[in-house]
């Protein structure tokens, strides 16, 4: 079965830090684009990083510069996302996408949340 798995979401408190898991099974995501987006509430689904196929520059959008890294480890089959230096506004479901001809592969999110 062709999916991808979120994991690593949680509750933390201004300033933290955490890192998000992106797992795939059923494909290898070392041949497709990876991405991650998030959905805060009551707003729409954004990007806010993308890694190419292996060897390509990542892009972080402007709002998370500075403080989103994504990797992406393709002997783990897995994409990930450091977050650092949370703050209010990352409140959201994250999700991960692989872009893959004919059809992109969602995961099911993981909800991450900021307290002041």
């Known amino acids: 079965q062709v999916q991808l798995v979120e994991s690593g979401g949680g509750l933390v408190q201004v300033g933290g830090s955490l890192r998000l898991s992106c797992a795939a099974s059923?494909?290898?995501?070392?041949?497709?684009?990876m991405s991650w987006y998030r959905q805060p509430p009551g707003k729409e689904r954004e990007l806010v990083a993308l890694v190419p196929r292996a060897g390509g520059a990542t892009n972080n959008a402007d709002s998370v510069k500075g403080r989103f890294t994504i990797t992406r480890d393709d002997a783990e089959n897995t994409v990930y996302l450091q977050i650092n230096n949370l703050k209010p506004e990352d409140t959201a479901i994250y999700y991960c996408?692989?872009?893959?001809?004919?059809?992109?592969?969602w995961g099911q999110g993981t909800q991450v949340t900021v307290s002041s």
């Open positions: 059923g494909f290898t995501l070392s041949s497709n684009p």
């Open positions: 996408k692989a872009t893959r001809p004919g059809r992109d592969i």
